[in-house]
């Protein structure tokens, strides 16, 4: 189907304003730019919210714990942020943490996990599979039941929500009950039929992946890796159940829904849905268009489907 009209308007305003792409930006100033895009939303009110720092492989993992109005204990959503493994934060991930820490009745610990390119492959990784540990062993602390755990993501945190489930089977914990996988970055190949199709003009481009992965892991021959591209795993059985939701108009679209097609054949519960006329990151969106609502709709309703008592 065409472009969804709110998002063609969305696309029309900004190519009226044209700036320099991220790829020419200094990191920083990048940054700047995509906690302007995804700014943070204390009106959505949840329980309480409380920021803690824990001990990692390579220095203190930050953590914003969301706890959402009620007596608990509550079952825990394990949210890494999305930028491309160089760009988001818990700020750029407040407003979709808020939400599913509300929508679900769950608490949502975000992971402010080290960054590239001050910190490359595996650095995220580690970080992000260390404070899934940490969630699980302390749950009680923060009135949160371990046994209802799940990890989310979107774009490149789909990517870590994605590696983590992976590691937690072969490591033998934490036991992982769903995987919510928004948009994933799945493979770092620049050649599928939704790469050639939106290589440009819908937001991310086949440029920026590019520059992503640059700065995330480059060394090609890594991200081979199924840490790094988990589509090259070898093995998706006894993987957590996952809702993996793709745009129509997103250059990842392709190895998504690959993703999805691996762990179906692996016999493990999954649902694919792709949203036509849609563009990548509709989550942050779903506020502002009605036409992202029901994305954000479907994420909390496999959520508190999959992590009910």
């Given at each position: 189907?065409?472009?969804?009209?709110?998002?063609?308007?969305?696309?029309k305003?900004?190519?009226?304003?044209?700036?320099?792409?991220?790829?020419?930006?200094?990191?920083?100033?990048?940054?700047?730019?995509?906690r302007?895009?995804?700014?943070?939303?204390?009106?959505?009110?949840?329980?309480?919210?409380?920021?803690r720092?824990?001990?990692?492989?390579?220095?203190r993992?930050?953590?914003?714990?969301?706890?959402?109005?009620?007596?608990g204990?509550?079952?825990?959503?394990?949210n890494?942020?999305?930028?491309?493994?160089?760009?988001?934060?818990?700020?750029?991930?407040?407003?979709?943490?808020?939400?599913?820490?509300?929508?679900?009745?769950?608490?949502?610990?975000?992971v402010?996990?080290?960054?590239a390119?001050?910190?490359?492959?595996?650095?995220?990784?580690?970080?992000?599979?260390a404070?899934?540990?940490w969630?699980s062993?302390?749950?009680?602390?923060?009135?949160?039941?371990?046994?209802?755990?799940?990890?989310?993501?979107?774009?490149?945190?789909?990517?870590?929500a994605a590696?983590v489930?992976?590691?937690?089977?072969?490591?033998?914990?934490?036991?992982?009950?769903?995987?919510?996988?928004?948009?994933?970055?799945?493979?770092?190949?620049?050649?599928?039929?939704?790469?050639?199709?939106?290589?440009?003009?819908?937001?991310?481009?086949?440029?920026?992946?590019?520059?992503?992965?640059?700065?995330?892991?480059?060394?090609?021959?890594?991200?081979n890796?199924?840490?790094?591209?988990?589509?090259q795993?070898?093995?998706?059985?006894?993987?957590?159940?996952?809702?993996?939701?793709?745009?129509?108009?997103?250059p990842?679209?392709?190895?998504?829904?690959?993703?999805?097609?691996?762990?179906k054949?692996?016999?493990?519960?999954?649902?694919c849905?792709?949203?036509?006329?849609?563009?990548h990151?509709?989550?942050?969106?779903s506020?502002?268009?009605?036409?992202?609502?029901?994305?954000?709709?479907?994420?909390?309703?496999?959520?508190?489907?999959?992590?009910?008592?």
């Amino acid at each position: 189907m065409p472009l969804h009209p709110e998002y063609d308007a969305v696309l029309k305003q900004l190519a009226a304003t044209p700036g320099p792409a991220l790829t020419e930006l200094p990191v920083a100033d990048g940054r700047a730019m995509y906690r302007m895009m995804r700014p943070a939303a204390p009106d959505i009110a949840v329980g309480a919210v409380a920021d803690r720092a824990i001990d990692g492989p390579g220095g203190r993992i930050g953590l914003r714990i969301y706890t959402p109005q009620g007596t608990g204990p509550f079952p825990i959503l394990v949210n890494f942020h999305g930028g491309g493994w160089v760009i988001g934060d818990l700020d750029t991930a407040d407003a979709v943490s808020r939400q599913l820490s509300s929508d679900v009745a769950c608490v949502v610990v975000s992971v402010d996990y080290r960054l590239a390119p001050e910190h490359r492959y595996p650095a995220a990784v580690d970080d992000c599979y260390a404070a899934t540990q940490w969630v699980s062993q302390h749950a009680a602390e923060f009135n949160g039941d371990a046994r209802r755990l799940a990890v989310a993501g979107e774009s490149a945190g789909a990517n870590l929500a994605a590696v983590v489930s992976h590691l937690a089977r072969d490591r033998k914990g934490p036991a992982i009950r769903f995987q919510l996988l928004a948009y994933p970055v799945t493979d770092a190949n620049f050649h599928t039929a939704s790469y050639r199709a939106n290589a440009e003009g819908y937001l991310l481009t086949r440029e920026g992946m590019q520059w992503f992965w640059d700065q995330y892991c480059p060394d090609v021959r890594e991200r081979n890796n199924p840490q790094a591209s988990p589509l090259q795993s070898q093995n998706f059985s006894g993987l957590p159940a996952a809702l993996i939701m793709t745009a129509e108009f997103d250059p990842l679209r392709d190895e998504g829904e690959a993703y999805a097609a691996k762990l179906k054949a692996a016999g493990v519960s999954v649902e694919c849905i792709r949203f036509d006329g849609l563009i990548h990151d509709f989550l942050a969106m779903s506020r502002q268009l009605s036409a992202a609502k029901p994305g954000m709709d479907k994420a909390t309703s496999a959520l508190r489907k999959a992590l009910q008592a």
